[in-house]
């Protein structure tokens, strides 16, 4: 069984990385005193999250929306851990501007997964 999450505030994130999941400080090679977040391996993860527009309703349409998670992985002497930083990354230093496209003046269509899905210009 995985250790219980406590949640914390972002801002306390690189005080808490400095202990493992017991409490104990980590130990570093060499001579590192503290775990530098900012110098660990930035991760990135696209997740979506699904909600069904009118649940009592069977032919209800479901719409996604994608949730950019950031993590960063660190090593200490026992190896290497991985800790998510969402909160403590930004969201303003790792928005990248929407890629330029030649046919601005069409709309854009979502994908569809299924042929029982209706298109979103002809749906009723």
């Excluded at 005080?15 to 590192?32: N, S, W, Y």
């Excluded at 909600?51 to 090593?75: G, N, Y």
Aim: hydrophobic content about 30%; overall charge positive; glycine content about 4%.
């Amino acid at each position: 069984m995985t250790p219980p999450c406590h949640s914390f505030p972002a801002s306390e994130l690189p005080t808490k990385i400095q202990q493992d999941v017991r409490g104990r400080r980590r130990k570093l090679d060499g001579d590192a005193r503290r775990v530098d977040l900012a110098a660990c391996d930035l991760l990135q993860m696209l997740q979506y999250k699904c909600e069904v527009q009118r649940p009592l309703s069977r032919d209800s349409p479901v719409q996604c929306f994608a949730v950019d998670r950031l993590f960063r992985r660190c090593k200490d002497r026992k190896g290497t851990f991985v800790v998510e930083t969402t909160a403590w990354e930004g969201k303003a230093e790792h928005e990248s501007p929407p890629p330029r496209r030649d046919d601005a003046a069409k709309p854009v269509k979502p994908y569809q997964w299924s042929s029982n899905w209706h298109d979103a210009d002809t749906a009723p």
